[in-house]
């Protein structure tokens, strides 16, 4: 699969989903750091535990509600909202060349 057709890697227990554009959703048996250590650096960037995006398919980084804290949005189709860990920012702003 190449990289640019993968918007989310979401963590499910010792597996992890795998959600493209399409309408259905790939398990992968390995965990999250395995699948993600397999992209190249910059392609998908870990933004939460149980999460990691591919940066080019983010439509929208802002606050959440509590002002405090930080979420994203994921381009069409897909659509999800996303929060970030405040460990995370770091490296995602870094990918943006914000840092």
Not at 17 to 45: C, H, Q, W, Y
Not at 54 to 74: A, H
């Amino acid at each position: 699969m190449e990289p640019a057709e993968v918007f989310l890697l979401e963590a499910d227990k010792d597996r992890t989903i795998v959600r493209t554009r399409g309408r259905r959703n790939l398990k992968d048996l390995r965990s999250l750091g395995e699948l993600l250590a397999r992209f190249p650096e910059t392609a998908m960037v870990q933004v939460h535990r149980s999460y990691a995006i591919n940066p080019d398919r983010v439509s929208e980084v802002r606050r959440r509600e509590n002002g405090r804290d930080w979420e994203l949005k994921l381009e069409p189709p897909v659509n999800r909202v996303i929060p970030i860990g405040r460990s995370h920012l770091a490296a995602l702003w870094a990918v943006y060349g914000e840092l």
